[in-house]
């Protein structure tokens, strides 16, 4: 199994501003993802980082509005950016130590005002 | 990645069993079938993992039949604190995790 932090738990940000959140993981992993859920809806991936490359992002998302960098085997940060009230979202990261398994991270839950 | 489906809302009781039925009648040769539980406010948790016939833990069951075209998650014994929504999903090593809509599990006293 793996442990994540997440960092902030929550926020509040106003329409323009950006948002930044961490996730620590315990141990060295190679994949990390970023997953949006809405609220009341189910989860949604909106990347794949890799150490040392760029992040694969799905359909709908890309890197100018949710920036990702992956320093190191384990850590990433998400930016959500130009933020609009339609980002509101809880934001969680997650690790596939073993490819069919993955281990969630507790979410950041963002409010754009 | 398999096409799965799964009832969107259960109903039970403190005490009882539940049985979570999910279909993927596309399921590949490779693929394993896993669910997660979510809870209000917290990422998915996994719960179990399976290929064929019977797996369990000490939190579930997962029953897969000889065809695997389907699953079926069992709790046993609900509490209250079961009350999350449940995801099956169905995938090899080489696809990416994308979640469906999972079944909201509402336990009543």
């Known amino acids: 199994s793996a442990v994540i932090s997440q960092k902030p738990s929550r926020d509040i940000c106003q329409r323009g501003t950006s948002l930044t959140i961490q996730c620590q993981v315990d141990?060295?992993?190679?994949?990390m993802f970023w997953y949006r859920q809405q609220p009341g809806q189910s989860l949604t991936l909106i990347a794949t980082a890799n150490q040392g490359s760029e992040a694969t992002y799905e359909s709908g998302f890309v890197i100018d509005k949710f920036p990702i960098s992956r320093p190191n085997l384990t850590f990433s940060t998400l930016t959500v950016s130009n933020l609009s009230p339609e980002d509101s979202s809880i934001y969680l990261c997650?690790?596939?130590?073993?490819?069919?398994?993955?281990?969630f991270g507790p979410g950041t839950r963002l409010l754009v005002l | 990645l398999a096409k799965t489906t799964q009832p969107i809302s259960m109903d039970s009781y403190e005490g009882q069993e539940v049985n979570i039925t999910c279909s993927h009648n596309?399921?590949?040769?490779?693929?394993?079938i896993t669910w997660y539980q979510q809870f209000p406010s917290q990422g998915p948790r996994f719960i179990i993992q399976g290929y064929k016939t019977k797996v369990t833990n000490e939190v579930a069951s997962l029953f897969i039949p000889a065809d695997r075209k389907s699953s079926t998650l069992s709790l046993p014994r609900v509490s209250l604190s079961d009350t999350a929504v449940y995801y099956c999903?169905?995938?090899?090593?080489?696809?990416?995790?994308?979640f469906g809509k999972g079944t909201r599990l509402h336990i009543l006293p």
């Open positions: 997650s690790v596939a130590p073993h490819q069919e398994t993955q281990y």
């Open positions: 999903l169905v995938l090899n090593r080489d696809d990416k995790i994308i």
């Open positions: 141990s060295q992993v190679t994949m």
């Open positions: 596309n399921i590949a040769t490779n693929d394993y």
